[in-house]
């Protein structure tokens, strides 16, 4: 397996209604805005039936036409008005941006730096434009301010580093905001954090990097954004194997709903859960024509992923890596390292995958579990970080670590993984592939190192394919669908997968090509 699926760079330590626009899916989306990027080619038509999604890109809500009362304004013929108004002025202060391109001050670490409880609200056109030279919008540590119908655009942020809440403060709302066009990430997260009905587009490294260098995340929520065309900068090239972009990246968030999001034509992966996350709601999305996978949840606990349609991803990515000569099952839903665990608290004690619709994508759903990956291994490419149930990282090593209970807590395991009632369509003239397009997976490396590992050889492997509690049961497979099991050398028929040993997908059906 290549060293881009296995572990990632962790980011520097870097500091009322919702009017959602919804129309059918059918060739991606068009009528993009004069000021955004040029639209990237999508092919998003659906032989399954067209769903809804938040198509905020295209229609943005308008801000109010006039001040709010008691609204301070501000004025965008005067450089520099709206960080000055807010020095000025109280906490818990709303401002009004005028119509018009709003600047700050040239030096490049000009910025808003919020008082708590300050509200931005935009007029219909009002624009905070960085010039591509300003770094960041809105820093700085206060609590519970609001975002709301303005358009931020064309900051310089340092890679790993955000432009909207740069410091990761905590309770922020960003709502019917367009977030394009900035380098890095267009947004940080904090606890409490709301983003609702926002296009975040076009940015150069991340959509959203949920991400607090100080600690961990608290119950965010992404609802009904549309998320699309993110990693500009093409980040996973310059930087190979830093896991480092995504449509949005999560890193030790604890309690996320994703629902209602149209996550589309990012460059690498629409979304990713990535070193410790936790108790995630993952449902109601249109996850679609992605580079890479459409959701990758890795080194990390407890998720539901329902009601979902996910269709055309990883065709970048998944034919590159098969053109390279490599084996591997790259899969669109990709499960790396996470299961349920019942002692890390959550609304489930396992990763439940159900009721969705996987079409045409690269491949279908892997779990996947690396044998060398595990606290004090120089395979953890995590950065030093080890599992939620140790808390002295330094007990992870010989000789202790190849007993009872840390054998099994310094590891990250793909376990108690629930794949039932979803449906898998696959039509190879559509993904345009000859093979290794059409596969699911159960696997793991074979152990080798460090030498003083007591997870050497076949013993992962023989663990998450038959002693882990993974499951596949009563799912519909269309088109010639093939599985791997045990090692990536292992590639069955559908008979065999559900035939001893492996007793996979009891109660599904098999239609179209199934295979024996």
């Given amino acids: 397996m290549g060293t881009t699926w296995r572990g990632r760079e962790r980011p520097a330590s870097v500091p009322a209604v919702l009017a959602l626009v919804l129309a059918l899916l059918a060739t991606g989306c068009d009528g993009t805005p004069d000021d955004g990027p040029a639209p990237r080619p999508s092919a998003s038509s659906s032989s399954s039936g067209a769903q809804s999604a938040a198509r905020v890109c295209a229609k943005p809500e308008p801000g109010p036409d006039r001040a709010p009362e008691g609204a301070v304004s501000v004025d965008p013929g005067v450089v520099g008005d709206l960080a000055a108004k807010t020095r000025n002025s109280p906490a818990h ?70 432009v909207v809440n740069h410091d990761s403060a ?36 991340y959509g959203m990097n949920a991400y607090k260098g100080d600690g961990v995340i608290h119950d965010l929520v992404v609802e009904g954004n549309e998320i699309t065309g993110n990693n500009t900068g093409d980040w996973e090239r310059r930087r190979p194997g830093c896991g480092c972009t995504g449509g949005v990246k999560f890193w030790a968030v604890q309690g996320a709903d994703v629902r209602g999001n149209w996550v589309h034509d990012n460059r690498g992966t629409g979304l990713w859960g990535d070193t410790n996350n936790n108790d995630f ?64 608290e959550a609304r489930t004690d396992r990763i439940e995958i159900y009721r969705n619709v996987l079409e045409d994508n690269w491949s279908g759903i892997t779990l996947w579990e690396n044998a060398d990956r595990f606290c004090n291994s120089p395979a953890n490419t995590s950065s030093g970080d080890c599992t939620l149930l140790v808390e002295d990282t330094d007990r992870c090593a010989r000789p202790g670590i190849a007993k009872a209970p840390l054998y099994a807590d310094c590891r990250w395991k793909t376990q108690r993984v629930d794949i039932h009632d979803n449906r898998f369509v696959l039509d ?3 993904v345009e592939c000859a093979e290794n397009c059409d596969r699911m997976a159960l696997l793991a490396n074979y152990g ?9 050889g076949e013993r992962v492997a023989k663990a998450v394919t038959l002693r882990q509690d993974n499951r596949w049961h009563d799912n519909v497979y269309v088109g010639p669908w093939r599985f791997v099991a045990h090692d990536p050398s292992r590639v069955l028929g559908s008979e065999a997968w559900r035939a001893a040993p492996y007793r996979q997908d009891a109660g599904s059906t098999f239609r179209a090509g199934e295979g024996g």
Avoid at 448 to 456: G, H, I, R
Wanted: hydrophobic share 30%; with cysteine.
């Fill in 281 to 344: 709601l993952v449902e109601d999305n249109v996850l679609e024509s992605n580079d890479g996978a459409a959701l990758i949840y890795e080194t990390s606990y407890n998720a539901v992923v329902r009601n979902n349609t996910i269709r055309r991803n990883n065709w970048v990515e998944g034919r590159a890596n098969t053109d390279g000569g490599d084996t591997f099952p790259y899969a669109t839903v990709y499960i790396s390292e996470s299961g349920g665990e019942p002692r890390v």
């Fill in 448 to 456: 080798t190192y460090p030498d003083w590992s007591p997870y050497q």
């Fill in 170 to 205: 905590d309770g922020w709302v960003i709502e019917h905001a367009t977030i394009q066009n900035n380098s890095g990430a267009g947004l940080m997260a904090g606890d409490r954090q709301e983003v609702r009905a926002s296009c975040l587009r076009g940015n150069g490294q």
């Fill in 93 to 162: 202060t709303t401002f009004w941006l005028m119509p018009g391109r709003h600047r700050l001050e040239s030096d490049r670490f000009s910025q808003v730096v919020p008082k708590e409880g300050n509200r931005y609200v935009g007029a219909p056109g009002a624009v905070l434009d960085g010039r591509g030279t300003n770094q960041y919008a809105f820093g700085g540590t206060a609590r519970d301010v609001t975002l709301s119908h303005v358009t931020v655009q064309d900051f310089a942020a340092p890679h790993d580093e955000g």
């Fill in 428 to 430: 190879k003239t559509v």
